[in-house]
């Protein structure tokens, strides 16, 4: 009995062409779709192709790309949290407003804005886990609470505006561009060092490794790949007297973030606990798995990192409203979908919903460039999408010879 | 009154008399609604000696109606519609037909008894001036300066007012919207919409007619980001509007002091609850009797007003950043 | 004779206005494999669900190694060491061969998985279960037949040191060699001191394998008989009531 | 083998209450919710509990009970269709400028709006069906791609006012009283007769029948509680000159198309098949169910019964404007849940939409009583919305001492 | 002989990198058992989800009464008159006993649902299958024991007069006494004309009731054999590989 590590180079190749055939496609159409897209919008307008809209592109995906990776959490169970877009929006009214009204140090505020997030979640995750109230109704309940508490904070339409420079300078300034090398060269070293330790691992326990080729293979991609995007980002794209140069500060954020959730899920215990609910709960029950307490916990990481999706969100828009954060949760369940992950749990990983919400960024972006009439761009805005998942559905369909949607 | 219904209907009968009844449209929009005409509308009916009943529809044209059904089954004086997205049509005439008189507040409402209202075409047009002023601050030329245009969402009739009014002002002047991208009420898709437009010209911008502060707020983060200052116009002097003009970033909000309006407003729905008829000099072109009220234009030297009207808290608006500029046009 | 280490004492269980169990005795020792045979619906499945803690049951005694307990979750069970294959098998689709094995019971080193020992102990428990066909230990459990299946849901139970086992018709997907091979490891269990408890409708292994049976009746427990006291025809009957036992268990 | 029909009046008492007390709830607990709400609001107001409001209330309701029945046939399947509510407003701008502008007769221009309504499903079907894509993505296009439409077509801030009398009649004018028991004729002929046929047929093929009594039950129990219900609106609760009095017109056509819709769902294939691939869509399409043509007919039916509800909503409002129909439709998710119906596909009925559409109804009903500022209003609203699911999960619970949620 | 009701032609099928069937033929003939044997996972289950339009083959020629057909749906397998009782079962939770019999043939009149006609002809075939736990038909099929389910699914393949019917593993979860039952029905279906194709591990229950016996050994078809010219020994050979086939199908 094998497990599927055996072989040279050229076998692990053409397993996984074959794993891509049968319908293991993973984020492949999502990339296809960002492609299309991207080539689409370059033709469409000469602006899109620039240093400078890959800039922006990267900060105004960033609060759905962080969004998504809340909501994979969920969504790998079979849940939803509708309400992970007003948390954002609440949890920021109450940090801006605690540094605003109560002049509190914003470090403090920062940490009582998560408190708060943490204890949306662990609210959600008790009604939906103990209690068993279905997610989309609880979540449902609260999107229309916190639009109250928003609303009841900060004052009707109040505006806020963010003062605190660090938290501006997330999706405001960049890295200097030696940092982005160093940036690159970290996560080379993880990267390498992760496969080196599982291989040490696996040759302990006396099972087969993959091919060291795989691991120089996937060292070089990050290396050219990351390459091109530090040297695209490191020229200056400024435009005025200003040298506007550097990879934003909200990406190595949110690779961070991305890299640690991806630890979690697929190396703890709470991670493979997800998957296994997602999958079958009554069979995870049986197994000993504590399903509430994961239920729970998933929640509670869903708004936790919502927050971090606002912080975002407010360091981009520079003020807080009252309606902070009210139309964005469907975006992002529409990005995790995009980009592979199942509405149905069990299926998907948080680089899918970071992929999905790249998709979903470069429409509005690519079209925002193109000046066109409010509701065409409604109208466009929506058939894109549906072109988006249409690519998706069809790659996998005609792949796998799926038999499940005849 | 009616006879059928028993006691019930009496004391419904009764309450009806003294009542005002008040919808108002979203607590979204803008932060008057609920922080200053509520209160300043109820003050003024309760000192009065009436009954106000004041609900908030919540930018949701059903939940509107089923307000409305509840007031007028408490039984209404006089209603002061604040319309949202059409839904008080229905309602005032509904109203009218139990002989109660209404009051199109802020926003017409075709067919209702009387219009008191800051001009919205005013405002936009202020927007649009205050836009001209930088304009030759800056020493530019409107007819060639890059303009871009950051509306309001497009379905909403007001947003189209504000920039019906600015076009009055902004079109003689030869002012050409570069870009006009898709409207919003909302700071994170102005912020995007507009770095997009921005990318589109180059970079180059001359001036941002902004429908809002909200809307503003977000160009002002984007416009930072690339080192740039350009007139932005906005509305509403809210705090973070006032901090904006006083730093320089933005060249003037509109304020529409809701008092003014609330007094005229309320005035008017206190005559009426008294039975009296009130008459009133101006007329819309249709014919309804129209009680405008003139909004403001503030720039930073006109902050302090703001503060004076009680609209505004010196402690709020003169914090870090902001306590020089403060300091700078006497604002405290 | 041993303590016995499960005993239950007058277990009963319904489902709204079906009464399933209706006061049901029953032992299992330790080293000893007892066989628990009957009819279709009989309830063979809840009884040993609840002992499973899978669904509780309403009302009776349980007690392990003389002392009552309370089974009210899985969990509950899993720490008293008892190990259950159940009749619908319950794996995960979404997960692999190794994944589900260790489901619950992952192989930690320096806080993180150690993919590597797990994969080395799943191929060697599949192997010793003789599956052939299986291609690799990383195939998602989704895409195995219907005996494969049930060769990991059997896998997994004797992973872990346990003190009682519990198979709900394990061989009934399996192929020749590999039902012999689990009587096998069933028999090897038990002297290991394992307790075994084999739900089987296959008389012969029963016959091949048990120390006791146990026959259950439309819920009710109608004989508990050593093997060696008995015949396959006095347990068919038992099992479709043409006959009632009169003796006591020793 | 009996088939649970056998025995007398008690027997069948005794089997229903255990059926609900091993958790098969139905609509109880939603029922539960709706009584308990109407108390609270009736000590919290005067105006609560008077003829005039409980006439309010179902017209208010209206909507989202027609919305609500409309998704119930795709949450049926496990799918979701975000753009109902859209749909709905874009068919009603449709109709309003076709009358308004094109100057068409109403009753074509109705025609059209349905068929542009059966097309929408026609098109959400086909991708949702055919080509594969989940529905939260197709329809969440399509919300926004509506939007861009009704903004297309009616302009920028346009706003058109309703005039046809038919339209707005449906809302706001009330059969005449001897209607409203001519109404409640035809119910208990409908219920006798189709009881009496079931029987009938039952004999014929040599089954058992419930006990008659049970029949007589039933139809003494609609009898009374529609007597109630028609006098209390047969009341005037005119507060003016005019007198108002009767039964809403609405209430007749929604009766109508619940009691159609029911039949469907519960006497013909279509709607056999519909649970059948909610439950187990691999099972059916073993079977030989064309599973993707009723997934399609599914989306048609709930488009369609989308414009009924626009149809609803622009006789109450009396306008059409271009963002119609924007927030409503998680509202009309929520009405189902509540009322029972499960997203996961395969439980549910149209009554039970109905009566969480009332739940959600009452409480934005009961709380426009109170006066309370927006923010209070909101945060209330989602705390209620909470509770009254917690009403619901903690019955079933309790009762069927669950294993699925611990 | 006969002309055969089924013929398969060096059928094939993969799972990605997996070739499952590498070339099967098969036949099967009208009036006469056919038992379908191998080894887990030897690749039973997917040959026969083949036939039934489940799972269609990649390549090869399927016959039926000597005619080519094409096999994509499991529609196309109805409307030949194939009906089958899956391993994995596939019932419908949600729907009760007599809904899930009925699914996609119920009975109509004017146009609604016959309830009674439907219920009566349930109760009746379960009957004959001698279930007695079963309360009511109108029991969803989540609450049935798994012997219970699959007899319900095996009723549902009986129901309708079909030309042939396949059943895999129909006896797995079966008790002594259903099992008797339903190699009876399966014997009675015969007499009646129609080809009936089995799969089963129990060699006992295959040399009882089968005409001929075909064995898979990893995806290949290495013996079919007329039942009263093979021994037990044999088949268990060709099953494990140990022995190989040397004939020709009649
Ligand atoms: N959740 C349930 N609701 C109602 N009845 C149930 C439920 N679970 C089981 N039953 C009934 O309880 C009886 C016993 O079921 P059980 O599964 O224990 O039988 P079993 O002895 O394991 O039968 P088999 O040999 O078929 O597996 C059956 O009649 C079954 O219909
Ligand atoms: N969807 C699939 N993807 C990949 N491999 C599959 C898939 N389905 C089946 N297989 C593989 O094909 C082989 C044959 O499976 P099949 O179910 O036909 O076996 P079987 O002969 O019915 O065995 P059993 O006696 O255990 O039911 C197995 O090795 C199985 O792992
Ligand atoms: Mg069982
Ligand atoms: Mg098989």
């Known amino acids: 009995m094998g497990s599927g590590q055996e072989g040279g180079l050229m076998d692990q190749v053409r397993a996984y062409v074959q794993r891509v055939r049968s319908g293991e496609m993973g984020a492949l159409p999502a990339i296809a779709g960002f492609v299309v897209l991207s080539i689409l919008f370059t033709i469409l307008s000469p602006y899109f192709f620039t240093e400078r809209n890959f800039a922006n592109l990267l900060t105004q995906a960033a609060t759905l790309v962080m969004l998504g990776m809340a909501l994979v959490f969920v969504l790998l169970l079979g849940e939803i949290d509708l309400s992970a877009g007003v948390t954002a929006g609440l949890t920021m009214v109450i940090f801006v407003v605690l540094i605003a009204v109560v002049n509190l140090n914003w470090i403090l505020a920062l940490a009582i804005a998560f408190l708060t997030g943490i204890a949306i979640g662990t609210f959600i995750g008790f009604f939906v886990a103990k209690v068993g109230i279905p997610s989309f109704v609880v979540t449902l309940g609260l999107f229309l609470g916190f639009q109250g508490l928003e609303l009841i904070i900060i004052g009707a339409g109040g505006l806020y505006r963010v003062e605190t420079p660090e938290i501006l300078a997330i999706q405001n300034s960049n890295l200097p561009p030696w940092a982005g090398w160093v940036m690159l060269l970290v996560m080379l070293a993880v990267s390498a060092s992760t496969s080196f330790l599982d291989r040490a691992r696996r040759t302990r326990a006396g099972v087969p490794n993959r091919t060291i080729a795989l691991v120089w293979a996937k060292l070089v991609t990050i290396a050219v790949l990351g390459g091109i995007v530090i040297a695209i980002l490191n020229q200056n794209r400024g435009t005025g007297f200003k040298a506007i140069e550097g990879v934003p500060i909200v990406v190595p954020i949110t690779l961070a973030i991305l890299w640690l959730g991806t630890f979690v899920l697929d190396r703890t215990k709470f991670g493979r606990y997800i998957y296994a609910v997602g999958g079958n709960a009554e069979a995870a029950r049986r197994s000993g798995v504590k399903v509430a307490m994961i239920r729970w916990c998933a929640f509670i990481v869903c708004s936790s990192l919502a927050v971090v999706a606002g912080l975002f969100s407010i360091s981009k828009v520079g003020s807080v409203d009252a309606a902070a954060g009210r139309d964005i949760v469907l975006s992002g369940v529409a990005a995790a979908v995009v980009g592979g992950v199942s509405l149905f749990g069990g299926r998907g990983r948080l680089i899918h919903a970071a992929i999905g919400a790249l998709v979903i960024a470069v429409i509005t972006n690519g079209l925002g460039l193109l000046n066109l009439p409010a509701g065409v761009n409604y109208a466009v805005t929506g058939g894109v999408l549906i072109l988006a998942a249409t690519v998706d559905a069809v790659s996998r369909k005609r792949a796998g010879g799926s038999i499940l949607r005849t | ?332 | 004779m041993d303590l016995p280490i499960i005993e239950l004492k007058g277990v009963v269980k319904s489902f709204g206005p079906v009464d399933v169990l209706k006061g049901v005795n029953f032992t299992a020792y330790p080293g000893k494999i007892t066989a628990l045979v009957g009819d279709n619906g009989a309830g063979k499945s809840t009884l040993i669900k609840g002992l499973a803690g899978v669904q509780p049951y309403d009302g009776g005694e349980v007690l392990f190694n003389g002392e009552p307990v309370s089974l009210h979750t899985p969990r509950d069970a899993g720490h008293l060491g008892i190990e259950v294959v159940y009749q619908d098998l319950a794996l995960c689709d979404n997960l692999d061969i190794v994944q589900n094995m260790f489901l619950g019971r992952e192989e930690l080193s320096a806080g993180t998985f150690d993919e590597g020992l797990m994969e080395r102990e799943a191929a060697e428990t599949l192997r010793q279960l003789s599956v052939r066909t299986v291609k690799s230990v990383r195939q998602k459990v989704s895409s195995l037949s219907g005996g494969q299946r049930q060769t990991v849901a059997i896998a997994r139970s004797v992973l872990k040191k346990a003190k009682v086992v519990i198979l709900d018709e394990p061989t009934a997907a399996l192929g020749v060699a590999q039902t012999a091979q689990v009587l096998a490891l069933v028999k090897r269990l038990a002297e290991q001191g394992v307790s075994v408890v084999i739900i089987s409708h296959n008389l012969v292994d029963v016959f091949e394998v048990a120390d006791f049976i146990s026959v259950l009746y439309l819920g009710q427990m109608v004989a508990s008989v050593k093997t060696s006291e008995t015949t396959n025809e006095d347990v068919i009957g038992y099992i479709t009531g043409a006959k009632t036992y009169e003796g006591e268990r020793a």
């Not at chain 2, 007001?158 to 898709?182: C, H, I, W, Y």
Request: hydrophobic share 40%.
């Open chain 2, 1 to 332: 009154g009616c006879s059928s219904s028993g006691g019930d209907g009496g004391s419904t009968d009764d309450a009806s008399a003294t009542r005002a009844c008040v919808i108002l449209p979203d607590a979204a929009s803008s932060p008057r609604w609920e922080n200053g005409d509520r209160p300043a509308l109820e003050a003024a009916i309760t000192d009065a000696g009436f009954e106000a009943d004041i609900q908030n529809a919540q930018g949701d044209t059903s939940k509107y109606a089923t307000i409305a059904d509840q007031q007028l089954s408490k039984g209404c004086g006089v209603m002061l519609l604040v319309d949202y997205n059409g839904a008080a049509v229905a309602v005032t005439a509904k109203a009218q037909e139990q002989g109660i008189p209404v009051i199109a507040y802020d926003r017409p409402i075709e067919g209702a008894d009387y219009y008191v209202s800051f001009d919205n075409e005013e405002v936009g047009a202020l927007m649009g001036q205050s836009i001209l002023d930088g304009l030759a601050t800056a020493g530019k030329d409107p007819a060639t300066a890059t303009v871009v245009f950051m509306g309001g969402d497009p379905a909403d009739g007001n947003a189209k007012m504000f920039r019906d009014g600015a076009g009055s002002v902004l079109d003689p002047a030869g002012v050409v919207p570069a870009q006009e991208p898709t409207g919003v009420w909302d700071g994170d898709k102005s912020a995007t919409n507009f770095e997009q437009a921005l990318t589109a010209l180059g970079g180059k911008v001359d001036a941002v007619w902004a429908a809002n502060d909200t809307n503003a707020a977000g160009v002002i983060t984007i416009l930072d980001k690339n080192g740039l200052t350009v007139p932005v116009s906005g509305q509403d002097a809210s705090v973070a509007g006032l901090q904006n003009v006083l730093l320089g970033k933005q060249t003037a909000t509109v304020y529409k002091p809701f008092q003014l309006e609330a007094e005229a407003a309320s005035d008017l729905a206190i005559k009426l609850l008294n039975g009296e008829t009130p008459t009133v000099d101006k007329k819309l072109d249709d014919g309804t009797p129209y009680i405008a009220v003139t909004p403001v234009l503030v720039g930073p030297d006109d902050v302090q007003k703001v503060i004076d009207d009680g609209n505004a808290d010196a402690a709020e608006i003169c914090t870090d950043d902001v306590a020089a500029a403060c300091a700078e046009h006497g604002v405290g």
